[in-house]
Each structure stands twice: as structure tokens, then as C-alpha cells.
């Protein structure tokens, strides 16, 4: 690792180069022409931090490099002394990680003679870091505790390309293999990732519809229980008001739409009243996975 550190090969990764070219030039005005310490935050850390690093010998800064867990362990204090000091890492979410790793330092300030604090990231949800190159949306519909920004990339990349290998996830983010592979197994072992094959629907039918019906609680749950079963069926949801149950379905045409009323739903004496909406394929989800039977 010390010979990838020196061969400047961390410049050559995608999300290093984005770092570098957003907070770059900000982060040379902050050193100035005074001596500077880069310290990388954890395992994402350590290669934003690695690349910074090498960046800024490039151009003959005065910089030294440590790493740290946001409990200050691993740290090389000598590197702090009388110089102006950088945590760098992949992203900010819940603000955790970032409020105890610059108090490590700040505890430090006075005794190595620090002359300043900075903390840069790639992406920053909440708007504490220093420098950053870009920032999330401020509501998530997740719990922070549970991923990071890293686990939402990993996420976002398995979503949309689900074959993608491990080696070809981990060059867009910067991480090993192993550690990719280490992230999604515990991210399906704590209920979060769930990896399925699921259906295209544009290959299979052609039309949806939205079904609201009006009946008592006994016959909204029966329904619930059968609909559960139904390939043509992508969106169930109770609701309250006039109509207690809402459902999607995707379709052939639209006399299996008819067909499915008919049989599924007017059958039913206890049904009440519907209501129809007809139209094109969902824009979301293009695709689900349907019961076999």
C-alpha cells in the first residue's frame, strides 16, 4: 500500500478525481504557504485522504499524511505538530462520525500546537464539512443509522446495473473488492439489501390500472391475502377515507383489466364500490417480482 501511496496510482479513481477537482483548489488556499498534515478518516478516508495527499505533492506542499478511526486510534501525533490539520473522508450523513473525530483533534490543538481545523468530503447531507464537493437531498426516507453514503452508492449501483461485479463497483467508489463484498453481506445480514430477480414489466403486459374499492375491514383483509398472490398485481396499500383500499395491476391489455374486476372484485357481494383509473405502464417501478404459481 505504501508503494501504491508513492506511485500516485489513488489519482488515476474516479471518485478521487472528482474530490480533488471540487475541493482542490479551496483546500490550497487553506494551507497557504504554511506546513499541513492530510488526516484520513476510516477506510473511506484513507483513499480521499491518500489522493489528496499525493495531489498536493505534486505541487510541493508541505504536507505529511495519517489516518485515524473517528476515535483518534492509529493517529500519528508528531505529523500534528505546529501544522494546519485536514480530516478528510467520503461523506458526512448523520454527523457522528464528524463531531467525534474533530474533537479527538480539538482535545490535541493546544498541546501539539495546531494551527487550524478543516474537514473536507466528497458529499455532506447536513452541511458541516468545510469543503465539500457536493451535498444530498435533505430528507432520506431511511434510517442514517443503519448505511452510509458509501452503502447508498453500493445501493444505488447494484439498482441500477443488479449484475455488476464487486471488482467493477469497487473502481467507481475507490474500495477493494473485499470490502465492497464485506459491505453488501452485512447490509443483507441486518435486513437492509435484499438482492432478487425481478421482471421487467414493459416484456409482459402493456397497461395498468388503479383499483380503489369501498368495504368492511373483514373483506379489505381477505382481499389483501388473495391479491398478495396475484402476478398482476404490483401496489397494494390500505388507506383511509371513502375507499380503504387501493390497487395497482399491470396488464396484458385491457380485457384482462375487465376480466380482473369482474371475477376479483365485483364477485365479492360485500364490495361496496369502485373506482377505475386506466392508463399507460408505471414511470416507477419498471419492475417487480411477481408471486409464481
Not at 148 to 172: H, N, P, T
Not at 240 to 259: D, H
Amino acid at each position: 500500500m505504501l508503494k501504491d501511496i508513492k506511485k500516485n496510482t489513488f489519482l488515476n479513481l474516479k471518485p478521487i478525481k472528482k474530490f480533488v477537482s471540487g475541493v482542490g483548489q479551496d483546500i490550497k488556499k487553506y494551507i497557504g504557504k504554511n506546513q499541513a498534515c492530510i488526516i484520513g478518516l476510516g477506510d473511506d478516508g484513507f483513499f480521499y485522504g491518500t489522493g489528496l495527499y499525493q495531489w498536493l505533492k505534486k505541487d510541493n506542499k508541505k504536507v505529511e499524511l495519517t489516518f485515524m478511526d473517528d476515535e483518534g486510534n492509529g493517529l500519528e501525533e508528531d505529523k500534528l505538530k505546529g501544522r494546519k490539520v485536514l480530516i478528510v473522508d467520503n461523506d458526512i450523513i448523520s454527523g457522528k462520525a464528524y463531531h467525534k473525530a474533530v474533537e479527538v483533534i480539538r482535545e490535541k490543538k493546544e498541546r501539539l500546537k495546531i494551527k487550524d481545523i478543516k474537514f473536507a468530503v466528497l458529499c455532506d447531507r447536513i452541511g458541516l464539512a468545510d469543503f465539500v464537493v457536493e451535498g444530498y437531498l435533505t430528507f432520506v426516507p431511511w434510517s442514517l443509522q443503519k448505511i452510509d453514503g458509501l452503502d447508498l452508492r453500493i445501493l444505488q449501483d447494484l439498482s441500477q446495473k443488479g449484475r455488476e461485479s464487486f471488482v467493477e463497483i469497487a473502481k467507481e467508489t475507490g474500495l477493494s473488492p473485499v470490502a465492497i463484498k464485506n459491505r453488501v453481506e452485512k447490509l443483507i445480514e441486518e435486513g437492509v439489501l435484499k438482492v432478487q430477480g425481478v421482471l421487467n414489466m414493459e416484456k409482459f403486459y402493456s397497461v395498468s390500472a388503479q383499483i380503489e374499492i369501498e368495504t368492511d375491514k373483514k373483506t379489505v383483509s381477505d382481499l389483501i391475502e388473495k391479491f398478495k398472490k396475484s402476478p398482476l398485481v404490483y401496489h397494494l396499500v390500505k388507506t383511509s377515507g371513502r375507499y380503504n383500499l387501493i390497487i395497482g395491476i399491470a396488464t396484458p391489455n385491457l380485457q384482462t383489466i375487465e376480466n380482473f374486476i369482474t371475477k376479483e372484485i365485483r364477485s365479492n357481494p360485500v364490495v361496496r364500490h369502485i373506482e377505475v383509473n386506466v392508463g399507460e405502464l408505471p414511470i416507477i417501478p419498471k419492475s417487480w417480482n411477481p408471486p409464481i404459481s
